[in-house]
């Protein structure tokens, strides 16, 4: 089969699909070919050109693409690509993906309730436990102050809670590793390295925690499908197909599965091309009532202090 695809004044030619190729694979050959994101491409088919809106599985056949089709390629911004989720009415919420063998891992994104990874119940009952192991200077603050900071909806967790979890869930899964993959910096941060067998990943975006989830066996459902349900946090599923349900998810992965790792650092770095992270710090912000500008949270929290003021803009 032959498919010739027109990028503005460049002409590519396809000649590894058939038929029965599917959309997804013609998108992604397309990326290898001009190096666009399936995300980011806008594929018109037929005469006149009109958008294709396929699934990801449907064939080639299908849709219509037939030997010696002329497509044409446009490549979506950010801007347009954020107009077009809110107008697409899919179920699918699925937005970046890495195909391995198998299957593919995929960022899945749940709502935002300002709770996503860190559940206060575990980390106030782990650190009440140990007043050793999780002292006043450990936790930067009194015990008791830190338990009602971290039981708060809008407060965010760090090493210390990832550390907790991962003992936690060592007694609820016989799991242990974490691994957290930070988006900005590349850093992979592991919590409880060297001594077990499974872990799991997440990938820190400074705006939330991605669980890092696989295509699951049966084996491992009840245990992957109430890990997920009881962090009730943003994840990076690896799925049979795109447009597979969460049920078949896994959550559980060997410490030695390479291609887990490496495909949630390409994740990672997608979304740090893509600009999906942001870091408190990091903010640049603006006092809306007196207009002075403010740099990270910390920032923003000595000023209200300071004048009582409440209301903060971000601006680049």
Not at 118 to 143: T, W
Not at 183 to 207: E, L
Not at 234 to 243: H, K, N, Q, R, V
């Amino acid at each position: 089969m032959r498919i010739r695809v027109r990028e503005r004044d460049k002409v590519h030619v396809i000649t590894n699909l058939t038929d029965t190729s599917t959309f997804l694979e013609l998108k992604q050959s397309i990326q290898t070919l001009t190096g666009i994101s399936p995300l980011h491409q806008e594929l018109k088919i037929g005469y006149p050109p009109r958008v294709c809106k396929a699934g990801d599985q449907d064939t080639l056949i299908s849709i219509g693409i037939q030997n010696g089709e002329v497509i044409i390629l446009s490549e979506l911004s950010l801007s347009e690509l954020d107009s077009q989720s809110i107008a697409n009415t899919s179920s699918t919420k699925d937005t970046i993906f890495i195909r391995v063998e198998n299957g593919f891992v995929i960022l899945r994104e749940m709502d935002d309730d300002n709770s996503c990874l860190f559940r206060a119940i575990v980390i106030i009952e782990h650190i009440k436990k140990d007043s050793e192991k999780y002292s006043d200077v450990v936790l930067g603050r009194s015990r008791d102050e830190y338990c009602s900071w971290i039981a708060q909806r809008n407060s965010w967790g760090g090493a210390i809670e990832l550390a907790i979890f991962a003992s936690h869930y060592k007694v609820v899964f016989d799991i242990q590793e974490i691994r957290s993959i930070d988006v900005k910096s590349g850093r992979i941060d592991r919590y409880g390295q060297g001594n077990y067998s499974q872990c799991v990943y997440i990938i820190y975006s400074g705006i939330r925690e991605y669980l890092c989830l696989k295509y699951l066996s049966s084996i491992l459902v009840d245990q992957s499908n109430l890990f997920q349900t009881y962090l009730d946090y943003d994840s990076i599923a690896f799925t049979p197909t795109t447009e597979a349900g969460p049920e078949f998810d896994q959550t559980i992965f060997d410490v030695s599965d390479e291609i887990t790792l490496t495909a949630s650092i390409e994740i990672a770095d997608k979304m740090k091309q893509m600009r999906k992270y942001t870091y408190t710090a990091d903010f640049t912000l603006r006092c809306d009532q007196c207009k002075k500008g403010l740099k990270g949270d910390k920032e923003a929290v000595q000023h209200a202090k300071e004048t009582g003021h409440s209301n903060f803009v971000e601006y680049a």
